[in-house]
């Protein structure tokens, strides 16, 4: 049985636990669940393996068609993570506030703001992005 609970649990359940030899098990797989609920982690680790997005270049401008872009040497950077992708020698640069990346990406034909938000357990919710040339004109984005 797994139970999850946040990190001030921790210290308790690791007492009661200690004379029946399952400490180990314990601390890991609670660190498990909080690491993964942090979403630079997930990144970092490689659970988020594609950037993917509607409209633009990649799709014709059509807003109903997705391309997704594998996510290549990420790195931790101050409060978030730098993270390349396979699209025009694509980079993004993300911070993390609360539950949402929000930062710049770079490709060789566009810049612009792309965030995306995840739920208490880390996984993707949703995504935008815009082209510094959109005037906030926002498209979807998405993390798989």
């Given at each position: ?38 979403p630079v982690e997930g990144i970092l680790s490689g659970r ?88 906030g004109h926002w498209e979807k984005a998405f993390m798989r």
């Amino acid at each position: 049985m797994l139970i999850e609970m946040g990190e001030a649990a921790e210290p308790m359940l690791r007492a009661k636990l200690q004379d029946k030899g399952l400490e180990l098990e314990v601390v890991v797989r609670i660190q498990k669940i909080l690491a993964s609920a942090d979403p630079v982690e997930g990144i970092l680790s490689g659970r988020y393996k594609e950037l993917g997005w509607a409209s633009g270049f990649a799709n014709s401008g059509d807003p109903e068609k997705v391309s997704y872009f594998r996510l290549f040497g990420a790195k931790r950077v101050a409060e978030g993570v730098a993270v390349n992708f396979d699209w025009q020698n694509g980079s993004m640069e993300l911070r993390l506030h609360g539950r949402t990346l929000s930062g710049r990406y770079r490709q060789d034909n566009a810049t612009g703001h792309i965030e995306f938000t995840f739920d208490a357990r880390g996984e993707f919710v949703s995504g935008r992005w815009d082209d510094d040339t959109c005037d906030g004109h926002w498209e979807k984005a998405f993390m798989r």
